[in-house]
């Protein structure tokens, strides 16, 4: 057995690794670029090593500065995870010419399964279905087009050097191909340094199933079951859960043979994952489609129910070891489901999101598990991967762990960065998900059923009244008071000043509206004025973007129409959690304070109560419809256009990437380009402006008034 290992990888994989390292007595080593010097897996480790500045590729993807790492701290084998460097060849091999045990398979399996063209006509010749496409390496843009126009459309553009769903294009309409492989390969180039792509025939509704293999250096090669991988947003997945309710013995044998058979067929040394796509309507039609030649970030669910630990299994079998089981040994107990949570915005096309996690609470114990490579005060940028952490339930049945995996996000408390958390949950709680009934297209078919209908009124009173109160009692911050302060009862901490502004009173009269412009990411302003009422507080929602079944939460202000305000009150408040009493009802979040304003979170939503200026002229807040502003934080990687030119609606103007997504940026409507504020290489944040497109009549008005 190996004395020390480096794991050339950052987040939850490098501490989920950590763990079994320290579990088999093995110093970990860490890598940390700039960005990650506080991280979870730094403080972890046994020890860490700097390895450069943020940028991936000056980092996590600097083989050079790995094996100066290893070398330097006497490490004898890598373990690479999953993403940057695990599935490169050339990385392999040079911990091989180094003298470090690579813990994956050999560069040989590596470079054959990474290309997935070659890999097809491998495990094709070993009597593996594959999925019809095209053939060849290399292919021109051109040959592309005629390859699908061959297959017939639907078709799915694939980079042959990728994996995680990056790059990968889904094209109905054979007008926009060209236009999808231009993109496609920008992507992939981007995510893998090869732009090479291969075009397959789309399977409508098809199910994705993956079966998990072992294979030691002796020859022995293993199947673990299958994991069903269908629930999906952008090819990526998001829920996870094994085993698969579509198979039934005898298909979850055969496909296991097959993927024994893939593996064989290319070398393969161990832990390895061979991914089919199945037909709803026909289980016993499967088509390899790629072999991802390192761990799965859903590894999770297949240790539940095999009681195996696979970066374990991955680590005996580098240093040599045969693997301790054979087939008939292999036992599936029980149902594990796993949800991937991410920072990004469901609501705005899962497009990634940032910020420093201001508040967390994560579940684990008994039959729940979360791996995580999160800490309270770090911040999640847009420079790698947006999966923060996983939640894993095992269950005896599957209703039983869907059940608790909703339970369990619900007791995830993320607040800082936006998140999945909520939208996983009610995933999960989806009727087809229930029954079964899965699909990779669910998510995208049915994605307005799985957002949330407009915004809570109690979140925009909760805020109110947490503003109310830390105005009043601005000497006692909100952090400092103790667990069961309450608002109502300001004398439990000394003295208020009575003249306070943000308290509202006023001499001889009744007390004065308190006015909150508050503004959440993606939503319409929205004014909250309240005032102390003995030991409550009225409270009047001016506009109509606070989804609220009180009626005396209908959206006027003062002298607006008849009916009594709300009545709220704070019943308790300590640094992590508010309760509030709005019209007799209780509502419990979890809360933290931002620059901007307030995070509010609960069931696994949160929200982002901002303070908004609403005569303020800067800000995608108050910008106009010819404003064209950040969807999310990153950098603006390509400007096709420059002031003064005309474009036409929907033309592309800008792209902006984070975390090796792309997202175009089209004009709203024809007219001329007015403002231009960022350039190729601008970090931007989320909602700033970047451009300015005038319809052409308004330019002209500009223009003759100006004359």
Known sequence: MFSTVLVANRGEIAVRVIRTLRQLGI???????????????????????????????????????????????????????????????????????????FIGPPASAISLMGDKIRAKETVKAAGVPVVPGSSGSGLTDAELVAAAAEIGMPVLLKPSAGGGGKGMRLVRDEAVLAEEIAAARREARSSFGDDTLLVERWVDRPRHIEIQVLADAHGNVVHLGERECSLQRRHQKVIEEAPSVLLDEKTRAAMGAAAV???????????GTVEFIVPGGDPSSYYFMEMNTRLQVEHPVTELITGLD?????????????????????????????ARVCAEDP??????????????????????????????????????????????????????????????????????????????????????VVSGDLDTGLV?????????EGVPAEVYAAAALLAQG???????????????????????????????????????GTPAWTV??????????VTVRSRAQGTDHELLIDEAGADSASPALEARGPGQGPGAPARGRIITCTPDTVTIELDGVTHRFSHATSPEGTWLGRDADSWHVQHHDPVSAHGAASAGADTLAAPMPGTVTVVKVAVGDKVAAGQSLLVVEAMKMEHVISAP????????????????????????????????EGKEDAA
């Not at 299994?313 to 599936?332: K, M, N, P």
């Open 444 to 452: 995208e078919r049915d994605l307005p059923s799985l957002l949330p």
């Open 516 to 525: 909150h412009h508050f503004r959440l990411p993606g939503q319409d302003p």
């Open 310 to 338: 696979l970066v374990e299994q991955q680590i005996r079998v580098a240093a040599g070891a045969r693997l301790g089981f054979d087939q008939s040994e292999v036992t599936l107990t029980g149902h594990a489901i796993e």
């Open 347 to 432: 609501a705005r096309g899962f497009l990634p999101s940032g910020g420093t996690v201001l508040a967390l609470s994560e579940p684990s114990g008994g039959a729940v598990r979360t791996d995580s490579g999160l800490t309270a005060g770090v911040p999640v940028g847009s420079t790698y991967d947006p999966m923060l952490s996983k939640v894993i339930v095992h269950g005896p049945d599957r209703a039983t762990a869907l059940r608790m995996l909703r339970a369990a996000l619900a007791d995830t408390v993320i607040l800082g960065v936006q998140t999945n958390a909520g939208f996983l949950r009610r995933l999960l709680a989806h009727p087809d």
């Open 470 to 508: 830390t105005g009043a009692l601005a000497r006692t911050p909100v952090l400092n008071r103790r667990p069961g302060w309450d608002v109502a009862r300001p004398n439990q901490q000394g003295w208020v000043d009575p003249f306070d502004a943000a308290s509202g009173w006023r001499l001889g």
């Open 669 to 700: 409507h024809a007219g001329t380009v007015t403002e231009l504020d960022v350039t190729p290489g601008s970090t931007v944040a989320m909602d700033q402006i970047l451009a300015v497109v005038t319809p052409d009549e308004d330019a002209n």
């Open 27 to 101: 110093r970990s080593v860490a890598v940390f670029s700039d960005a990650d010097a506080d991280a979870r897996h730094v403080r972890e480790a046994d020890t860490a090593v700097r390895i450069g500045p943020a940028a991936a590729a000056e980092s996590y993807l600097s083989v050079e500065r790995l094996l100066d790492a290893a070398k330097r701290t006497g490490a004898e084998a890598v373990h690479p995870g999953y993403g940057f460097l695990a599935e490169n060849a050339a990385f392999a091999q040079a911990c091989a010419d180094a003298g470090l045990a």
């Open 261 to 271: 058979d893939a593996a064989r067929s290319c070398g393969y040394v161990g832990a």
